[in-house]
């Protein structure tokens, strides 16, 4: 079955950096386009970031423009993101999902994100 497994979340002071990881199985990874979104406390879903099956096309929400970069190495099934310049508006929870062009079908549960002094 699908699953996808996201790691490396964590506490980090503004201006910090992370990287999250998401780990995918049961389906053919380098077919699929691939997405992050995020949830912060009390509020809506939010999508930042996304990048075709091979991984030369990406996309990102304006808040993230500059500060983050996806990417991806489908010999590991595996998809990140990096994120650089850490704002505590950027605390969330982030999700890695699959995209199949005309809707986001399989979700991971998340990893928590937290940008704090």
């Known amino acids: 079955q699908v699953q996808l497994v996201e790691s490396g979340g964590g506490l980090v002071q503004p201006e910090g950096s992370l990287r999250v990881s998401c780990t995918a199985s049961?389906?053919?990874?380098?077919?699929?386009?691939m997405n992050w979104l995020r949830q912060a406390p009390g509020k809506g879903l939010e999508w930042i970031s996304g990048?075709?099956?091979?991984?030369?096309?990406?996309y990102y929400e304006d808040s993230v423009k500059g500060r983050f970069t996806i990417s991806r190495d489908n010999t590991k099934n595996t998809l990140y993101l990096q994120m650089n310049s850490l704002k505590p508006e950027d605390t969330a929870l982030y999700y890695c999902?699959?995209?199949?062009?005309?809707?986001?079908?399989?979700w991971g549960k998340g990893t928590q994100v937290t940008v704090s002094s």
């Open positions: 999902v699959r995209d199949r062009g005309y809707d986001m079908d399989y």
């Open positions: 049961g389906f053919s990874f380098n077919s699929y386009s």
């Open positions: 990048l075709n099956f091979g991984g030369d096309v990406t």
